[in-house]
C-alpha cells in the first residue's frame, strides 16, 4: 500500500507526499528540530525535480523519538494517509512536535 506524509502549516500552505521519497531525517545538536528530505522527480520531458524539506520542531531531547514514531508510522502503520505536521489543526504524528518551522520547495 502506498502511504503519503502531509504536512501543513498554514490554509495556503501544504505538501502531501508519497512516503517512499523521503530521503533523510536530519536531527540537529540540540535534539530539538527535526528536518524531513524528500525529492519528487518529474518523469516529463521539462526536466524539472523537486524537493521538499519540512523541518519540525520538538520537544529539546525527544528528536529521536520523533523519528522513531515517523518510521514505524511508514513502516507498519495501517493509515495510508499519515499526518506528520497539521499547524493549522494542531495535530501531529507525535505528541513531542511543538510545530512546523517550515515547509520549502528547496528546488
Given amino acids: 500500500m502506498e502511504k ?5 502549516n498554514l490554509t ?13 531525517m536530519i536531527i540537529d545538536d540540540n535534539s530539538d528540530l527535526v528536518s524531513l528530505h524528500h525529492r519528487v522527480y518529474d ?7 523537486m524537493e521538499y524539506a519540512a523541518t519540525l520542531t ?11 514514531t ?3 508510522n511508514i513502516s507498519t502503520g495501517k493509515d495510508a494517509f499519515i499526518v506528520v505536521a497539521d499547524d493549522v489543526n494542531g ?3 507525535d505528541s ?7 515547509l520549502i520547495d528547496i528546488s
Avoid at 503519503?4 to 501543513?8: A, G, H, I, P, V
Avoid at 495556503?12 to 533523510?24: G, N
Fill in 4 to 8: 503519503f506524509l502531509f504536512y501543513e
Fill in 12 to 24: 495556503t500552505d501544504m505538501v502531501c507526499i508519497p512516503a517512499h521519497r523521503l530521503v533523510e
Fill in 43 to 49: 518523469n516529463g520531458t521539462d526536466g524539472s525535480d
Fill in 58 to 68: 520538538v520537544t529539546a531531547g525527544k528528536a529521536k523519538q520523533v523519528v522513531e
Fill in 70 to 72: 515517523i518510521s514505524n
Fill in 91 to 93: 495535530e501531529y504524528i
Fill in 96 to 102: 513531542n512536535i511543538t510545530g512546523l518551522a517550515s
